[in-house]
């Protein structure tokens, strides 16, 4: 069993940066790909980007490839959103997801976090 915890949203300009993080218990987490979606008001739920277990490889919607960056801290049972150059069409509830398949499909994944609102003011 995994538990998930998102952090770090909050409201910034366009332009501007934000760093999510996505906390995890359980000591099998490091054996999991780690995606991240989100959802704006009104929107289907959309993959973002996803991470493997050891950090080597990781995956990008073409919306936000070149703009963020995922990355792992498997020591610290942490995985990270780094987004950059934000835009207004960001804005959405970010969450972190933990699996054995991973991918861009919601359904390769099998523990969810609650998500965190990240709102870019135009």
């Known amino acids: 069993q995994v538990q998930l915890v998102e952090s770090g949203g909050g409201l910034v300009q366009a332009g501007g940066s934000l760093r999510l993080s996505c906390a995890a218990s359980?000591?099998?987490?490091?054996?999991?790909?780690v995606g991240w979606f989100r959802q704006a008001p009104g929107k289907e739920r959309e993959f973002v980007a996803a991470?493997?277990?050891?950090?080597?490889?990781?995956y990008y919607a073409d919306s936000v490839k070149g703009r963020f960056t995922i990355s792992r801290d498997n020591a610290k049972n942490t995985v990270f959103l780094q987004m950059s150059s934000l835009k207004p069409e960001d804005t959405a509830v970010y969450s972190c997801a933990a699996g054995e398949t991973g991918g861009s499909m919601w359904s390769g994944y099998n523990y969810w976090g609650q998500g965190t609102q990240v709102a870019v003011s135009s």
């Open positions: 991470i493997s277990w050891s950090g080597g490889s990781t």
């Open positions: 359980g000591r099998t987490f490091s054996t999991y790909i």
